[in-house]
């Protein structure tokens, strides 16, 4: 896969001319030598725009945490904590602890105007190597593979009115969780301000969805259902607390997501602080009051039996209107799945954009100014897991990754500000901050390792597998010329298929 050239030559022809798709680049994942003009009305170039604004990105942010979890299964922070007292605890120190990550992250988003989030800032601070190995693990398995069990989660409930008590049948599920990838890809292709609309409305609506189970059970709380609240039980110790953590931690993961679309940001510099700070703020407090709720009306036994936390709460304490859980729980996960959509999809468009993947997948629909091919091939890779039984396992081998990713991504951060002081950081933490959290993040990874060993090593042979590509796709410059042709044409029919370019304007400012 091989780079060729393209100008956009200022001379007023449409940038979607054949002649011009006929000179465009290859396929390959190789250093990009593409050049771009600035055309004379920028405004009109083909390009990612800013259409994010302040509300849409503290949305995109929380609808991006709160996905199914809290409604279904908050087990794993009680089942290792020992008590409803310490799981309480240790939720709250989750969030505390997630907000000094957002911080961290809030850093880097106003130092760095490119999106991409974490493959950016490695990029950055290691080099290519490490940042392809993050959007190979990423692009081949988590990304899709999260899609899938978000999509199966929210086909299970779409569809429970009609099953009643009853389990769907296989092919239902799949069926729906398909419908419900291929809208979601649907609207990412053809409007960003759309998909952070709708990111808007089902975030508004799970929220409320919480607030219902936080009133109930403030209600609940005042007249006297208190019985659970206690540090009585098995107790734990620090393995067991650290899991607690570990778990705790992950319904919490999700605040990067607004780095990944930087670019498209209006004001990325105001608006990174604001949403860490508000977002973070908020989600600690509705997760604390929410497992509060659940204890006024559920034992600890209820609430480890359960197959769905918030729906048996609804069941025993909302009547009439327990209807509402099953479908806060489906506007959660189609929300959670458009927000992993929108910002995911920039960390493929990116990486193909630095010459890491290829060339077809850094280009831009000329009507809809949105990824088309990287949201295609996502959308493509998603469906095919769909039909498998067990994705999930393949995200529980390379969990631990995404800690490790991020504890690099943060170390890179304090390296960045030995080596490079003078860099013009808008928003800047206490250094200590980064610090502690890079450290917290490894002992994470610690954790998760001594926890599941068999797993950390099937995930970290997946990791390598990205090595022979990376050799394959970015250093093997001398391709056959019968393969760069064939490549170089598939682009150009690709093209002119889906109508896209490459960006005719750079859309971040060049460290």
């Keep these: 896969m091989e780079s060729k050239d393209v100008r956009h030559r200022n001379d007023g022809v449409h940038p979607y001319d054949e002649k011009t798709a006929a000179g465009a680049t290859g396929t390959s994942a190789g250093p990009s ?17 800013k259409q994010i604004n302040l509300f849409a990105g503290i949305c995109l942010v929380m609808g991006s945490i709160i996905g199914s979890g809290i409604f279904i299964s908050p087990k794993g922070v009680l089942e290792n904590s020992g008590s409803v ?51 190979w693990v990423n692009f081949s398995i988590v990304l899709p593979g999260n899609v899938v069990i978000i999509a199966q989660t929210f086909a299970v409930y779409a569809i429970v009115p009609f099953y009643g008590d009853c389990d769907a049948p296989r092919w239902a599920v799949v069926l729906v969780s398909q419908a419900c990838i291929i809208m979601v890809f649907a609207c990412n292709v053809l409007t960003v301000r759309g998909s952070a609309w709708v990111n808007n409305v089902c975030t508004v609506g799970k929220v409320l969805g ?44 999700g605040w990067s997501n ?6 498209e940001l209006k004001n990325p510099k105001r608006d990174f602080p604001i949403t860490a700070t508000v977002s973070m703020t908020l989600i600690t407090v509705i997760y604390v009051m929410t497992n509060i709720a659940y204890f006024t009306a559920l034992s600890p036994q209820e609430l480890l039996a359960s197959p769905a936390v918030a729906v048996t709460y609804g069941n025993k304490v909302l009547g009439n209107f327990a209807w509402l859980m099953p479908l806060a729980v489906v506007l959660s996960t189609y929300g959670a799945n458009n927000g ?24 831009v629909n000329i009507r809809f100014l949105t990824p088309m091919p990287a949201l295609l091939i996502m959308m493509l890779l998603s469906l095919v897991y769909s039909v498998y039984d067990d994705v999930g396992s393949l ?90 042709n064939l490549l170089k044409g598939g682009t150009t029919g690709f093209q002119k298929l889906l109508l896209v370019v490459k960006q005719e304007v750079d859309t971040f400012d060049k460290q």
């Design 340 to 363: 992993t959509v929108l910002a995911n999809s920039r960390l493929i468009f990116v990486g193909a954009r630095d010459g890491l993947f290829p060339d077809l997948l850094g280009m």
């Design 85 to 135: 007292g310490m799981a309480l605890i240790v939720w709250a120190a989750c969030g505390v602890v997630a907000f000094l990550g957002a911080l961290c992250y809030a850093e880097l988003g106003s130092t760095f105007s490119k999106s991409g989030g974490e493959y950016t800032y490695l990029n950055e601070a290691f080099g290519r190597v490490l940042a392809f190995m993050y959007l």
């Design 258 to 263: 607004l780095n990944a679309i930087t670019e």
């Design 210 to 253: 919480l607030a219902v189970i936080i009133v109930s059970g403030v209600v609940l709380l005042f007249q006297g259902n208190t019985e659970y609240f206690n540090f009585d039980g098995e107790g734990t110790d620090l393995l067991k607390l650290s899991l607690a953590f570990y778990s705790g931690l992950f319904s919490y993961s």
């Design 395 to 484: 995200i529980n081998y390379t969990g631990f990754a995404y800690w490790l990713f991020v504890a690099i991504t943060i170390t890179g951060m304090v390296w960045l500000r030995l080596r490079k002081p003078n860099m013009k950081r808008s928003f800047k933490v206490p250094l200590v901050i980064p610090i502690f959290f890079s450290l917290f993040c490894y002992f994470l990874v610690f954790v998760s390792i001594f926890a599941s060993p068999q797993e950390a090593l099937i995930g970290t042979v997946i990791i390598l597998t990205g090595i022979p590509v990376y050799i394959y796709a970015v250093l093997w410059r001398n391709k056959p010329k019968s393969l760069q």
């Design 33 to 49: 030598d593409t050049t771009t003009v600035v055309k004379s009305d920028p405004g009109n170039a083909v390009s990612m725009k």
